[in-house]
């Protein structure tokens, strides 16, 4: 595995690439970085260029100034320039997989830039907006703010938590699959960040439906089999309907990629299509 830094605006992202083959990059969500993939990349790299990062703001890829709110068009282009320093090109694109909030950003990056990239699996992104009930989204969404202003980062994840009621992981990873200790750590330390400056943008942002139609770029919405009434796997489903594609069904939940023997194979399933 080479470990790598990437200089963009605004921040130095850690990036890791892993086998050769045809580039797969994996953009993770939430409070995870890199090392919460390398089951997966590991499971895929037999075969593949596998890119994992540290999305700005988390862990070891530092902002250049404090924290600030951010902007998922922002980790788009963030995407974009790290497929670049890897060598993808319009004549040899990229597959993309992205969960969670990384699935949102898989989803900015091939909006504009479908050029750069063959699949986009964005699986159980959290695009409230496109559901009915859109206005019970915005408005948790306007109270962890606020929470989080007033009360502290640890009061705003427990209205976010309460409000988006999503069940507790149940994935069993092998023991491979674990992040270390001191990975735990750090998705620890990224709480704050997450809640105060991700999850605002981030769960009222809408996807360029339009653009993701008119584009090259085959995209896959995703889900997983055990969170089935969920708020990001009806977001999901309400992707899929809006593009006028399949969703394709995952094993596990939200977290399923933790479990890199179930996933992975499905994975190479569907990017195979």
């Known amino acids: 595995m080479k470990v790598e830094t990437l200089t963009v605006p605004g921040a130095t992202l850690h990036y890791e690439v ?24 590991e499971a895929l790299a037999g075969d593949r260029t596998v890119v994992t990062y540290d999305r700005r703001g988390n862990s070891r890829s ?28 319009e004549d040899e694109p990229a597959d993309v997989f992205g969960n969670s909030s990384g699935a949102e950003i898989a989803l900015e990056l091939a909006a504009p830039h479908p050029e750069l990239v063959r699949t986009v699996v964005a699986h159980e992104p959290p695009t409230f907006e496109l559901l ?5 989204f915005r408005d948790l969404i ?51 960040f997450f809640v105060g400056y ?37 977001a999901g ?11 394709a069904e995952f094993p596990g939940g939200h977290g399923g990629h933790g479990n890199a023997a179930a996933f992975a194979p499905r994975l190479r399933e569907v990017l195979a299509a």
């Open 62 to 89: 530092r902002l250049d100034g404090p924290p600030a709110v951010q902007s998922v068009d922002e980790h788009g282009d963030d995407a974009y320039r790290l497929l670049a320093a890897v060598g993808v090109t």
């Open 132 to 136: 009915a009930d859109a206005p019970h």
């Open 142 to 192: 306007k109270r962890v703010e606020d929470t989080f202003h007033h009360d502290g980062w640890e009061a705003a994840m427990g209205v976010f938590a309460a409000g988006v009621e999503m069940s507790p992981s149940d994935e069993t990873p092998a023991p491979g699959d674990l992040p270390s200790a001191e990975a735990l750590a750090r998705m620890q330390g990224n709480l704050p």
């Open 18 to 41: 892993r086998g050769s083959g045809p580039v797969v990059l994996l953009i993770c969500g939430g409070v995870y970085d890199a090392e919460g993939f390398t089951g997966l990349a």
């Open 237 to 247: 489903e309400e992707l899929a309907s809006r593009l006028g594609v399949e969703v």
């Open 198 to 234: 991700e999850v605002p943008p981030f769960g009222v942002w809408v996807p360029d439906l339009d653009a993701l139609r008119a584009g090259t770029a085959r995209i896959v919405p995703a889900v997983g089999a055990a969170s089935a009434g969920e708020a990001p796997h009806r």
